[in-house]
C-alpha cells in the first residue's frame, strides 16, 4: 500500500507506520458583540471637508482661466508686433531700393537734366586755368612771411589797408 505523504509517494511498509495526531479546532469562535446603540447612530457627513476640496478645484481652474487669457493677450501683442516688424522691414527694403536709386548715376544725370535744367558742358565751353606762380604749399599753424611782416607794420598800416579793402568792395 502506498501513501502520499507531503509531496512524494513512499511505500508505508518499508517504515513503521506512526500514528498521527490530529489537533483538534473549536468550530467558530464567537466575539463579543457590540451594543445596539452604536449601531443605529447615524455617520456624520463631513461637510467640511467637502467645501475644502471643491474650494480648491474652483481656485486651480480660476488659476488656469487667468493664465489661458494672459497667454491670449500675449499670443495677440505677438502677432501685432510680428506684423508691425513684416511691415517695417517692407518699408526698409524699398527705402534700400531708392537709395540705390538716388546714388545710381543714370538717375542723377536724368534728374539733373529734367528736373533742374542742367545741360552737359560742350567741349568749347571748358576752361583751363594756369597759374603762373606755380603750386604752394600752406601749412596750418605756420604764418606766412606776409603775414609776419604785416604784423610788423603796425596798426597804422592795417587800417589803411582795411580802408582800400573796403572802397574796393563798394566799388
Avoid: W
Wanted: glycine share 2%; hydrophobic share 40%.
Amino acid at each position: 500500500m502506498s501513501r502520499y505523504n507531503q509531496s512524494s509517494a513512499v511505500q508505508l511498509e518499508r517504515f513503521p507506520v506512526e500514528h498521527v495526531q490530529y489537533e483538534e479546532r473549536s468550530e467558530i469562535e464567537v466575539l463579543p458583540q457590540q451594543k445596539a446603540s452604536q449601531r443605529e447612530q447615524p455617520l456624520a457627513v463631513p461637510y467640511g471637508k467637502y467645501a475644502v476640496i471643491l474650494f480648491c478645484v474652483f481656485a486651480v481652474l480660476l488659476c488656469i482661466v487667468s493664465s489661458y487669457m494672459r497667454l491670449s493677450t500675449l499670443n495677440t501683442k505677438n502677432a501685432q508686433l510680428r506684423k508691425e516688424i513684416s511691415k517695417l522691414e517692407s518699408e526698409e527694403n524699398a527705402l534700400n531700393a531708392k537709395k540705390e536709386q538716388m546714388y545710381n548715376l543714370a538717375y542723377v544725370e536724368e534728374y539733373a537734366q529734367n528736373k533742374l535744367g542742367m545741360v552737359k558742358a560742350d567741349k568749347s565751353q571748358i576752361t583751363y586755368v594756369e597759374l603762373d606762380e606755380g603750386d604752394r604749399m600752406v601749412v596750418a599753424g605756420v604764418r606766412s612771411p606776409e603775414e609776419q611782416a604785416e604784423e610788423a607794420a603796425g596798426l597804422f598800416s592795417r587800417l589803411t589797408h582795411s580802408f582800400s579793402v573796403v572802397l574796393e568792395y563798394f566799388s
